[in-house]
């Protein structure tokens, strides 16, 4: 399969080379943080869900057990420790066309500062780069490495 790292770096820069400067694109995944691939992106949003409507639908979509769901939802890093790191933070709680609202109220209001050059730096960096000198000397003893080291 080789490097998800690689995989996905390069996926950006393909974007970057062929895209227009104005286009924007979008990639959605659930751990794009912790690891550091959101350094490479102009943005980072951050959609969480509270615990008692993830459980409810990790069990009603992936038809995991009470047990399943709750293992599922202790091994992720809390929405509010990720939250700063993130430039847009919104809570799915509610429907999907809530929360295609949301996304395109957003993006209506990044949309015209990226394609003029004034979107601001994202506050994704300076998160993980504090994440990232706090897990960088336990992952070294486990023999793994961050996104930046490969």
């Given at each position: 399969?080789g490097?998800?790292?690689?995989?996905?770096k390069?996926?950006?820069?393909?974007?970057?080379?062929?895209?227009?400067?104005?286009?924007?694109?979008?990639?959605?995944?659930?751990?794009?943080?912790?690891?550091?691939?959101?350094?490479?992106?102009?943005?980072?949003?951050?959609?969480?869900?509270?615990?008692?409507?993830?459980?409810?639908?990790?069990?009603?979509?992936?038809?995991?057990?009470?047990?399943?769901?709750?293992?599922r939802?202790?091994?992720?890093?809390?929405?509010?420790?990720?939250?700063?790191?993130?430039?847009?933070?919104?809570?799915?709680?509610?429907?999907?066309?809530?929360?295609?609202?949301?996304?395109?109220?957003?993006?209506?209001?990044?949309?015209?500062?990226?394609?003029?050059?004034?979107?601001?730096?994202?506050a994704?960096?300076?998160?993980?780069?504090?994440?990232?000198?706090?897990?960088?000397?336990?992952?070294?003893?486990?023999?793994?490495?961050?996104?930046?080291?490969?």
């Amino acid at each position: 399969m080789g490097s998800i790292t690689d995989l996905i770096k390069s996926e950006i820069d393909r974007w970057r080379a062929e895209l227009p400067p104005t286009a924007v694109a979008v990639m959605e995944a659930v751990n794009l943080m912790e690891p550091g691939y959101a350094r490479w992106c102009d943005q980072t949003w951050l959609v969480g869900v509270d615990d008692d409507v993830a459980r409810q639908r990790l069990i009603e979509t992936r038809g995991m057990s009470v047990e399943e769901a709750n293992q599922r939802l202790a091994s992720m890093r809390p929405f509010e420790q990720r939250a700063p790191g993130a430039d847009w933070t919104v809570r799915n709680n509610g429907t999907r066309q809530e929360l295609a609202a949301a996304v395109n109220a957003e993006l209506d209001r990044i949309v015209p500062l990226h394609r003029s050059g004034e979107l601001p730096p994202s506050a994704f960096d300076p998160w993980w780069q504090a994440l990232a000198a706090a897990a960088r000397p336990l992952l070294k003893a486990a023999g793994q490495k961050l996104a930046d080291e490969v």
